[in-house]
C-alpha cells in the first residue's frame, strides 16, 4: 500500500528553537519529496522537495534530510518563528507515473506552533 | 498573476442536493486534482485529470463526479450519494511532463444545512 507516515501530529516549540518533521515511506518508486505549508483557511503552499540523489537539501531556514536505505526523510525548521506556525504536510509520488499525473500520497500533517 | 481559482469560498448544501464547486487554473498546466481535506487526515485525493476529456477515479471518488471539457477548467460535483460532504475542497495543478510540483488553490469549505 502507498502510505506516508508523518509524525508529530502536533509540534510546539520556542522561538528560535529547532523544529523536527519526520515521515516515512513505504514504496521504493517514490522519487520525489515535496514538504507544503498550509496556514488555517488556505490551500497548500510548496515549501521545499528532494529527490533521492542527494541526501540533504536547504533553503534558508529550512532542510529536508533524506535517508533512502531508511526510506525516510525529515523537515528541519531552524530559528523557528511565530510565523512558521502551520499545518506541514510531507508528500512522495514517482516520476515514472507517466504523462502529465503526479499523483502526489501525501502524510496526514504536523500541527507545528512556535511560541514567542 | 497565473494560478488557481476556487469559488465559492463556502458553500452550503442541504440534504439531499448536488452541488457544484469550481476550480480554474491559467497556468496552462495539463493535469489537475481535487483533494479533499478532513482535520488530520491528511488530503486524500477524490479524482484527477491528465488531459482534457480524460479523467480517473481517486482514492475517495464515491458520491462525487467531475469534468474536464477544457484544460483550464475542472468542477467537482459532490452528489446526494456523498453522506458525509462536509470538508475543505483543494484543487491542484500540475504542467506534468518533468515537472512535479503540485499547485494549490485557496480552497472551498463545504457544509451541510
Known amino acids: 500500500q502507498q502510505q506516508v507516515k508523518q509524525s508529530p501530529q502536533s509540534l510546539i516549540v520556542q522561538k528560535g528553537g529547532i523544529s523536527i518533521i519526520n515521515c516515512a515511506y513505504e514504496n521504493t518508486a517514490f522519487d520525489y519529496f515535496p514538504w507544503y505549508q498550509q496556514f488555517p483557511g488556505k490551500g497548500p503552499a510548496l515549501l521545499i522537495a528532494?529527490?533521492?540523489?542527494?541526501s540533504e537539501k536547504k533553503e534558508g531556514r529550512f532542510t529536508i534530510s533524506f535517508n533512502k536505505s531508511a526510506k525516510q526523510f525529515s523537515l528541519h525548521i531552524m530559528d523557528s518563528q511565530p510565523g512558521d506556525s502551520a499545518t506541514y504536510f510531507c508528500a512522495a509520488t514517482s516520476s515514472y507515473s507517466g504523462g502529465s499525473n503526479y499523483k502526489l500520497t501525501f502524510g496526514k500533517g504536523t500541527l507545528l506552533t512556535v511560541n514567542p | 498573476d497565473g494560478g488557481i481559482t476556487q469559488s465559492p469560498k463556502y458553500l452550503f448544501r442541504k440534504e439531499g442536493q448536488n452541488v457544484t464547486l469550481s476550480c480554474e487554473q491559467n497556468?496552462?498546466?495539463?493535469?489537475m486534482y481535487w483533494y479533499r481535506q478532513d482535520p488530520g487526515q491528511g488530503l486524500r485525493l477524490i479524482y484527477y485529470?491528465?488531459?482534457?476529456?480524460?479523467?480517473q477515479k481517486g482514492d475517495i471518488a464515491e458520491g462525487y463526479s467531475v469534468s474536464r471539457e477544457k484544460k483550464e477548467s475542472f468542477p467537482l460535483t459532490v452528489t446526494s450519494a456523498q453522506k458525509n460532504p462536509t470538508a475543505f475542497y483543494l484543487c491542484a495543478s500540475t504542467e506534468g511532463w518533468g515537472d512535479e510540483t503540485q499547485y494549490f488553490g485557496p480552497g472551498t469549505r463545504l457544509l451541510v444545512l
Open positions: 497556468l496552462n498546466h495539463d493535469a
Open positions: 485529470s491528465q488531459i482534457v476529456n480524460d479523467f
Open positions: 528532494i529527490r533521492p540523489d542527494v
